[in-house]
């Protein structure tokens, strides 16, 4: 499957933004989705914004509804998170995500499980001060 490399994670004070950008090679097949999830220390991963194959339909855990915006760049094949009003709870390492056939493993409010994901990056850390 194809390789996910993220980008642009950091130290932020709460109210700021941050922009992830996630490069992606080329898929086999094209996924159903791509997407973000994160994992905070201690807690289970959780899935915080997806976007379909039609790049219109989109999905955003609750508590980011509002403040974070995922799109992609099918001419620089680079997925985008905009996180903006962060919070110190939005702190932890964010992983872009792929999924090739449905459901969208990503858009759900239980626990993420990695082992449905047909591929994701390294991660980036988001470190949000209150």
């Known amino acids: 499957q194809g390789q996910l490399t993220e980008s642009g994670g950091g130290s932020v004070q709460a109210g700021g933004s941050l922009r992830l950008s996630c490069k992606f090679s080329v898929f086999q097949y094209s996924p159903y989705c791509m997407g973000w999830f994160r994992q905070a220390p201690g807690k289970d991963p959780e899935g915080v914004a997806a976007?379909?194959?039609?790049?219109?339909?989109?999905y955003y855990a609750d508590s980011v509804t509002g403040r974070f915006t995922v799109s992609r760049d099918d001419a620089k094949m680079t997925l985008y998170l905009e996180m903006s009003s962060l919070k110190s709870e939005d702190t932890g390492m964010y992983y872009c995500a792929a999924v090739v056939d449905p459901p969208c493993v990503l858009a759900t409010s239980n626990t993420l499980k990695r082992n449905a994901l047909d591929a994701w990056g390294q991660g980036t850390l988001v470190t949000v001060s209150s």
């Open positions: 976007l379909y194959r039609s790049g219109t339909r989109t």
